[in-house]
């Protein structure tokens, strides 16, 4: 199991036991083949289709580099990741579910929490060198997200008892329609607390590219030395078992996130977004109450669920977990019904 400690001068590092893994033959005669200034190079060894200009179409094992750079900006804050470029090694996925993998391939263990407790007591008496998987924003399913200072306070928590967070970032922007705030606990914990982290990102949801599978994992080292060991191990993990990324997602996002217009017009379509999920959850929280039901990750039974779909057309997991995204003015009021109806058909 690794052992996370803070990010202080001369500590070290939770990627300490990760050796450099030599470049793939291959790739790394093509990458010597790029840095050569000479006007009629020739590049025989790669099997792969290329143009008359000799340019491929695909990307590189660790996904697109410029896709790469501004994903991390945006999420790390753009002064810090130009400050700190050098140990933050990043590597494209298939979205956030491939990023997650990829995390836990680079990582030994996972502390495994308790369902249904809110509150400190699992960072309180984890082991040290534990691995925790946090939800910057958004959390699924409950919907319910930390303060400032109660993130303040789990970071604490984190960094006393020698933690190791891995942070699960689908929703950046999507939550609250700014990134700043959304992205508050990852910079917290990395900037702020020092620690080492892992972020898994995916831009399936907050840029609508679901069919596109783009994600990133930055894994936030203590050491340039020791980012260029996890970049390694990242490109060897990743060529085993996906090669070269899908290109044409990591085109989009990386347009989206680098040009100015663009990115403010991506800006105005989250909050309004943002926006209209909120206002459906108050929606539903007001109907629900006029019915006389209270509201809480509505916890209604498998026989409930079963009943809404058999009797009133409405579909939701078997959890009872909902999505406010398929709310709307005009079905709100049917839903918060529909619920009243078949909570009180079980009390009968």
């Known amino acids: 199991m690794p052992h996370a400690i803070a990010l202080e001068s001369g500590a070290k ?17 093509t990458a010597r083949y790029l840095r050569d200034p000479f006007s009629q190079k020739v590049n025989l060894g790669q099997g792969t289709y290329r143009d008359e200009h000799g340019q491929p179409w695909y990307l590189p094992i660790l996904g697109l580099a410029g896709f790469r750079r501004s994903a991390a900006q945006a999420v790390l804050g753009k002064t810090f990741f130009q400050e700190q470029e050098s140990k933050v090694a990043t590597c494209q996925s298939v979205s956030g579910t491939g990023a997650l993998h990829l995390a836990g391939l680079l990582l030994a263990g996972c502390y495994l929490g308790k369902p249904k407790v809110i509150g400190f007591e699992c960072p309180a ?24 200072d109660q993130w303040r306070e789990i970071g604490r928590l984190m960094k006393e008892r020698e933690l190791f967070p891995v942070f699960d970032a689908a929703y950046l922007r999507f939550n609250s329609g700014c990134l700043d705030q959304d992205a508050f606990a990852i910079r917290h914990f990395i900037q702020e607390l020092q620690l080492e982290a892992i972020v898994c990102i995916s831009f399936s949801k907050n840029m609508g590219l679901y069919g596109e599978r783009v994600g990133c994992v930055l ?17 060897k993990l ?50 629900l ?27 939701l997991a078997g959890n009872s977990r909902i999505s406010m995204a398929g709310l709307n003015e005009s079905n709100v009021g049917y839903v918060a019904g529909a619920i009243a109806a078949c909570v009180r058909r079980t009390l009968q």
């Open 125 to 148: 008496s984890a082991a040290p060198g534990s691995v925790f998987v946090l939800h910057a924003c958004a959390h699924n399913p409950t919907g319910f997200d930390p303060t400032e």
């Open 238 to 287: 990743q060529r085993v078992e996906l090669l070269n990324p899908p290109a044409h997602g990591a085109k989009i996002a990386q347009l989206m996130l680098s040009d100015e217009e663009l990115f403010s017009a991506w800006k105005e379509d989250l909050v309004t977004m943002s926006s209209r999920i909120r206002s459906m959850r108050w929606a539903l929280y007001d109907q």
């Open 219 to 235: 894994a936030c080292a203590s050491t340039e030395d020791v980012a260029a060991r996890s970049l390694s191990m990242l490109e």
């Open 13 to 29: 590092s939770v990627f300490s036991s990760i050796l450099r893994v030599p470049a793939d033959a291959i790739f790394s005669l």
């Open 289 to 315: 109450n006029a019915h006389g039901i209270m509201f809480s990750f509505l916890r209604l039974s498998p026989q409930i669920v079963q009943d809404l779909e058999e009797n009133h057309h409405i579909y």
